[in-house]
């Protein structure tokens, strides 16, 4: 059916065309109700008609690009246009793919946990339909001129012109995937060591740390002396904290178990609630916190990792990310002076 509208319109004004079509009708989807679910069957309908312009006008443009050049130049260079082609469409699955987790995890989703289904709705529906408007807007496709003249020739003004654009989402998406990270609570369970928080934080416990840019650059030193204590309902913290710059702070955290094998907890300058899990002598911790930077304050996720060791050590590792990109990383481990004086036998 494309191929043959495509005879009397400009093929490249014509996959414009189908590209707005596609937009208009699946930004409707995410306002869809179990009530007017019966509304998704013409959003398939034509949607699935955009798709056939996306699966077959690309390819004819191409071939006449191809021709162009081979024409202009001299040379046979088709295998490096498809093969161009064919990565740059394999590369737009997976970064969709990787955008789509990126955002899932900067909301804090997790398996086992409740989904957030208007997110889900989100990322299915509108940010697919603000991805593909922003490079309509910005890749001058609907600037292509293609004109037969026994052969065709193509406005590569209007690409360049593009070019800066491709490099900001290349940037964009290394930026974005270089904070993600694989590592599970669940391949901590078999562990010989059980990490209770009740039990390790019950009483005093020293720690030393450093906060790290995203460029590996040392920004603060700090140490950190914390006073617990559980009533057998809450653990409660009393954090004070000494900068190597002179300046201190002070946090109290109230932490319960969520009866599932998790945790809760609460401070005054987290965002709602902290949520963790714990698996062996793991602890994953996530939460959002309104971080003073100098007479400002940034609204940051942390993303923790709590490793507890044998005679009373236990290792920490946060990453600090802020819309998604990481910022830094905080490191850390903490000490238990009782159990660190039994194994050093002082």
Same mark, same amino acid.
């Given at each position: 059916?494309?191929?043959?509208?495509?005879?009397?319109?400009?093929?490249?004004?014509?996959?414009?065309?189908?590209?707005?079509?596609?937009?208009?009708?699946?930004?409707? $989807?995410?306002?869809? +109700?179990? !009530?007017?679910? /019966?509304?998704?069957?013409?959003?398939? &309908? #034509?949607?699935?008609?955009? @798709?056939?312009?996306?699966?077959?006008?690309?390819?004819?443009?191409?071939?006449?690009?191809?021709?162009?050049?081979?024409?202009?130049?001299?040379?046979?260079?088709?295998?490096?246009?498809?093969?161009?082609?064919?990565?740059?469409?394999?590369?737009?699955?997976?970064?969709?793919?990787?955008?789509?987790?990126?955002?899932?995890?900067?909301?804090?989703?997790?398996?086992?946990?409740?989904?957030?289904?208007?997110?889900?709705?989100?990322?299915?529906?509108?940010?697919?339909?603000?991805?593909?408007?922003?490079?309509?807007?910005?890749?001058?496709?609907?600037?292509?001129?293609?004109?037969?003249?026994?052969?065709? $020739?193509?406005?590569? +003004?209007? !690409?360049?012109? /593009?070019?800066?654009?491709?490099?900001? &989402? #290349?940037?964009?998406?290394? @930026?974005?995937?270089?904070?993600?990270?694989?590592?599970?609570?669940?391949?901590?369970?078999?562990?010989?060591?059980?990490?209770?928080?009740?039990?390790?934080?019950?009483?005093?416990?020293?720690?030393?740390?450093?906060?790290?840019?995203?460029?590996?650059?040392?920004?603060?030193?700090?140490?950190?002396?914390?006073?617990?204590?559980?009533?057998?309902?809450?653990?409660?913290?009393?954090?004070?904290?000494?900068?190597?710059?002179?300046?201190?702070?002070?946090?109290?955290?109230?932490?319960?178990?969520?009866?599932?094998?998790?945790?809760?907890?609460?401070?005054?300058?987290?965002?709602?609630?902290?949520?963790?899990?714990?698996?062996?002598?793991?602890?994953?911790?996530?939460?959002?916190?309104?971080?003073?930077?100098?007479?400002?304050?940034?609204?940051?996720?942390?993303?923790?990792?709590?490793?507890?060791?044998?005679?009373?050590?236990?290792?920490?590792?946060?990453?600090?990310?802020?819309?998604?990109?990481?910022?830094?990383?905080?490191?850390?481990?903490?000490?238990?002076?009782?159990?660190?004086?039994?194994?050093?036998?002082?």
């Amino acid at each position: 059916m494309w191929l043959k509208i495509s005879r009397r319109f400009a093929r490249p004004r014509l996959w414009c065309l189908a590209m707005l079509g596609a937009i208009a009708a699946f930004a409707l $989807a995410p306002l869809l +109700t179990p !009530a007017t679910a /019966a509304a998704f069957v013409p959003i398939c &309908l #034509i949607t699935g008609a955009a @798709l056939g312009a996306d699966l077959t006008l690309p390819h004819v443009i191409q071939a006449e690009i191809s021709d162009w050049d081979r024409y202009r130049f001299g040379r046979e260079r088709n295998g490096i246009l498809f093969a161009c082609w064919n990565m740059a469409t394999k590369l737009a699955l997976a970064l969709s793919a990787g955008f789509a987790f990126v955002v899932l995890g900067a909301s804090g989703f997790e398996d086992g946990q409740p989904e957030p289904l208007w997110l889900l709705a989100m990322i299915y529906a509108l940010l697919p339909c603000v991805c593909k408007g922003w490079l309509y807007c910005c890749s001058g496709i609907s600037r292509y001129s293609l004109h037969s003249t026994g052969q065709y $020739a193509c406005d590569w +003004t209007a !690409a360049n012109g /593009a070019l800066p654009t491709m490099r900001l &989402l #290349i940037l964009l998406t290394t @930026l974005f995937l270089a904070g993600c990270s694989d590592m599970r609570i669940e391949q901590f369970r078999d562990s010989p060591h059980v990490l209770k928080l009740e039990d390790y934080f019950d009483g005093r416990v020293l720690a030393w740390g450093s906060f790290e840019d995203r460029f590996g650059t040392v920004r603060r030193q700090f140490f950190v002396e914390i006073d617990g204590h559980w009533n057998g309902e809450a653990l409660v913290l009393h954090e004070a904290f000494r900068y190597d710059d002179g300046e201190e702070q002070v946090r109290v955290w109230t932490i319960r178990p969520d009866g599932q094998g998790g945790y809760t907890g609460t401070a005054d300058d987290v965002v709602g609630v902290a949520r963790g899990r714990i698996a062996g002598n793991a602890l994953h911790w996530q939460y959002e916190m309104n971080l003073a930077v100098g007479e400002r304050r940034w609204r940051v996720r942390f993303d923790d990792w709590m490793l507890l060791q044998p005679d009373g050590v236990m290792l920490n590792r946060a990453q600090v990310s802020k819309w998604g990109l990481r910022i830094g990383e905080v490191r850390l481990f903490f000490l238990k002076p009782d159990a660190a004086r039994e194994r050093l036998q002082l």
